[in-house]
Each structure stands twice: as structure tokens, then as C-alpha cells.
């Protein structure tokens, strides 16, 4: 693992800090940067936490656990954190201009074979690439899941400029991760996990919609035909409607009427039912 040995992962939220926390586990030397000491802090005992999970449950020795927090280090420059690194992870906020702004820093300080890997989960590749000129060739789409700790998959996307080596060095990262991956072949919002989530949660709504059934019965269906560890409405409070929404919104404007937001939805947005955030959504959440 030598060639991807230290990694800096930039953004110390929800997933960012799950990102980093693996990468320790499995053996690879790790910057953790976040423009909020705050945001580190609490990424750090949150890592802490999980952790201890870890070793409760025997999937990890007490030994190991000050190995990986030693292979840790949080700083809140990113100039400090990519000076040496072999592959950046971005996990910046969803926003265009802020993740085309962190590229653009890490380039100016990182070596110039690192890779750039950023975890959008449906913005154009080639679009946060297009702020780095010559260097968009680095860039490629390395979507994690939530927890990434846990979860199996990472989706890489290849953006217009993304080379095969590039590609070929996430693959690598990735399986040093101990995670399975799938290329998503051309840059298309929503690649391809966020489309099938999308069109699953959308059809919940309209069933929804047309009274077929209650939000329980329709999150039941799912979970034990399908197996999936959670329903689709389940899953859209805890992520957030109006998160939800965003999403949906800009596939409808890529991909047209199959992903139009279903009116339902926007009017629980418009009231405030955002989901376990707010304490009501598909489901009341006031009590916990
Ligand atoms: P989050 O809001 O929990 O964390 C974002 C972090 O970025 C915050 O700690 C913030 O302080 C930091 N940040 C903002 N600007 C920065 C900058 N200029 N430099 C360094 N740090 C900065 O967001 P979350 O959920 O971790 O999402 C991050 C990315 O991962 C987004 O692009 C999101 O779409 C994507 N994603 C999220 C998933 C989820 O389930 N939450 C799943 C897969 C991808």
C-alpha cells in the first residue's frame, strides 16, 4: 500500500470523518482537515466512540485502537495536511464553488501525483474539475456511503478529463479499504446509486400519495422483499426532506419528468416536516 500510503480527507463532517476513521483502521496515515476546530473536535470524539464500538464487539484489539488514533492527525490547514499525501478525499459540503475552491487550494500545496478524489454524491465531476485546468485529470468521483465505516460500497466516477490511472488509484485506495466498487462510466448527475435511491423513495411518495397504503406498510414492503436494511421513507427522515428534495430537484433538471419532485413532497418541505431534524417527516419523531 505503499504508493497510497498517507491520505488527507478534507471536510471533518458526518462523512468525512467516517472516511478518515477507516483509512486509519486500515493501516494508512491520515490528515483530517475541517475549517472548524470545533467540527475536529467533535469528529474526533465521535471516531473515538465508534471505536470503542469496535473493540466492545471484538472487531478490534484494545491494542489497535491507539494505533489508529495515532495514525490520525486533525488540523484545520489544508496546506499542512496535503504537503505530503498520496490521494486526497474531499467531503466538503454539497457545493459546487466551496469544493471547487478546496481542489484549488489542495493543488497549489499537494504533490503533484497525488489524486483527488471527491465524495459528491451527485454533482459533475467534470464540473468541480473544470476549476483545476491542467490538473483535471486528478479528479475523480469517489462516493462513499453513510456510515462509511460500515458500508460496502464506494461508487467512482469517471469525470470527462479523469484519466485511467487516476481511476486505476482510487480502485486501488478503495480496495485497501476493505470496500467493493463500481465505475460509473460518465459523468451524469445522480451517477448511479443516487438515481436508484431517487426513483425508489419517489415511488414510496406516490403510493403515499394515492393512499395505497400506510408509510410503515410501504417501508415494511421494501425492507422484507427487498432486504433493504431500511425503507425509503425511513431513510428520507433520517437523511432529511429537504436534503431530499435538493437532490430531486436537480435530477429533474438533468434528467427531466421521471424525476419531477412529487408535490407532496414540496409541501412537507414547505411546512417544516423535515424529517428527524425537525422532529416530524413521513414519521413523528418528537419523542426521540
Ligand atoms: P457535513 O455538513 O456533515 O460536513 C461537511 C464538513 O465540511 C463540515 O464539518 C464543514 O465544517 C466542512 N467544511 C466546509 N467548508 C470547508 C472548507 N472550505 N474546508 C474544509 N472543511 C470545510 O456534510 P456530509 O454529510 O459529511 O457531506 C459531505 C459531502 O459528502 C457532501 O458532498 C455530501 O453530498 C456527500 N455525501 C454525503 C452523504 C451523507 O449521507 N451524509 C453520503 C454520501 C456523500
Same mark, same amino acid.
Given at each position: 500500500?505503499?504508493?497510497?500510503?498517507?491520505? *488527507?480527507?478534507?471536510?471533518?463532517?458526518?462523512?468525512?470523518?467516517?472516511?478518515?476513521?477507516?483509512?486509519?483502521?486500515?493501516?494508512?496515515?491520515?490528515?483530517?482537515?475541517? !475549517?472548524?476546530?470545533?467540527?475536529?473536535? =467533535?469528529?474526533?470524539?465521535?471516531?473515538?466512540? =465508534?471505536?470503542?464500538?469496535?473493540?466492545?464487539?471484538?472487531?478490534?484489539?484494545?491494542?489497535?485502537?491507539?494505533?489508529?488514533? $495515532?495514525?490520525?492527525?486533525?488540523?484545520?490547514?489544508?496546506? $499542512?495536511?496535503?504537503?505530503?499525501? $498520496?490521494?486526497?478525499?474531499?467531503?466538503?459540503?454539497?457545493?459546487?464553488?466551496?469544493?471547487?475552491?478546496?481542489?484549488?487550494?489542495?493543488?497549489?500545496?499537494?504533490?503533484?501525483?497525488?489524486?483527488?478524489?471527491?465524495?459528491?454524491?451527485?454533482?459533475?465531476?467534470?464540473?468541480?474539475?473544470?476549476?483545476?485546468?491542467?490538473?483535471?485529470?486528478?479528479?475523480?468521483?469517489?462516493?462513499?456511503?453513510?456510515?462509511?465505516?460500515?458500508?460496502?460500497?464506494?461508487?467512482?466516477?469517471?469525470?470527462?478529463?479523469?484519466?485511467?490511472?487516476?481511476?486505476?488509484?482510487?480502485?486501488?485506495?478503495?480496495?485497501?479499504?476493505?470496500?467493493?466498487? !463500481?465505475?460509473? #462510466?460518465?459523468?451524469?448527475?445522480?451517477?448511479?446509486?443516487?438515481?436508484?435511491?431517487?426513483?425508489?423513495?419517489?415511488? *414510496?411518495?406516490?403510493?403515499?400519495?394515492?393512499?395505497?397504503?400506510?408509510?410503515?406498510?410501504?417501508?415494511?414492503? !421494501?425492507?422484507?422483499?427487498?432486504?433493504?436494511?431500511?425503507?425509503?421513507?425511513?431513510?428520507?427522515?433520517?437523511?432529511?426532506?429537504?436534503?431530499?428534495?435538493?437532490?430531486?430537484?436537480?435530477?429533474?433538471?438533468?434528467?427531466?419528468?421521471?424525476?419531477?419532485?412529487?408535490?407532496?413532497?414540496?409541501?412537507?418541505?414547505? *411546512?417544516?416536516?423535515?424529517?428527524?431534524?425537525?422532529? #416530524?417527516?413521513?414519521?413523528?419523531?418528537?419523542?426521540?
Amino acid at each position: 500500500m505503499t504508493d497510497l500510503q498517507r491520505v *488527507a480527507v478534507i471536510g471533518g463532517g458526518v462523512m468525512g470523518n467516517g472516511i478518515a476513521q477507516l483509512s486509519a483502521m486500515k493501516g494508512h496515515d491520515v490528515r483530517l482537515v475541517d !475549517v472548524s476546530q470545533e467540527r475536529l473536535d =467533535s469528529a474526533l470524539a465521535s471516531i473515538g466512540t =465508534s471505536l470503542d464500538r469496535f473493540v466492545k464487539s471484538g472487531k478490534l484489539d484494545a491494542g489497535d485502537r491507539a494505533d489508529v488514533l $495515532d495514525r490520525l492527525r486533525t488540523t484545520t490547514s489544508v496546506a $499542512d495536511a496535503v504537503s505530503d499525501v $498520496d490521494l486526497v478525499v474531499e467531503a466538503v459540503l454539497e457545493r459546487l464553488d466551496v469544493k471547487q475552491a478546496v481542489l484549488a487550494e489542495v493543488v497549489a500545496h499537494a504533490p503533484v501525483a497525488a489524486v483527488l478524489g471527491t465524495n459528491t454524491s451527485q454533482l459533475s465531476i467534470t464540473a468541480i474539475a473544470s476549476a483545476l485546468g491542467d490538473e483535471a485529470h486528478r479528479v475523480v468521483g469517489m462516493h462513499f456511503f453513510n456510515p462509511a465505516v460500515l458500508m460496502r460500497l464506494v461508487e467512482l466516477v469517471v469525470g470527462l478529463e479523469t484519466s485511467p490511472e487516476t481511476l486505476a488509484r482510487a480502485e486501488a485506495y478503495a480496495a485497501s479499504l476493505g470496500k467493493e466498487t !463500481v465505475v460509473c #462510466r460518465k459523468d451524469s448527475p445522480g451517477f448511479l446509486t443516487s438515481r436508484f435511491s431517487a426513483i425508489l423513495r419517489m415511488e *414510496a411518495l406516490h403510493m403515499l400519495e394515492e393512499g395505497l397504503a400506510t408509510p410503515e406498510d410501504i417501508d415494511k414492503a !421494501v425492507k422484507l422483499a427487498f432486504n433493504h436494511p431500511m425503507g425509503p421513507l425511513e431513510l428520507g427522515d433520517f437523511n432529511g426532506l429537504d436534503t431530499y428534495l435538493d437532490a430531486l430537484t436537480g435530477l429533474h433538471a438533468a434528467h427531466g419528468e421521471r424525476f419531477r419532485p412529487p408535490v407532496e413532497l414540496k409541501n412537507m418541505v414547505a *411546512a417544516g416536516r423535515l424529517g428527524r431534524k425537525s422532529g #416530524r417527516g413521513f414519521y413523528d419523531h418528537s419523542g426521540s
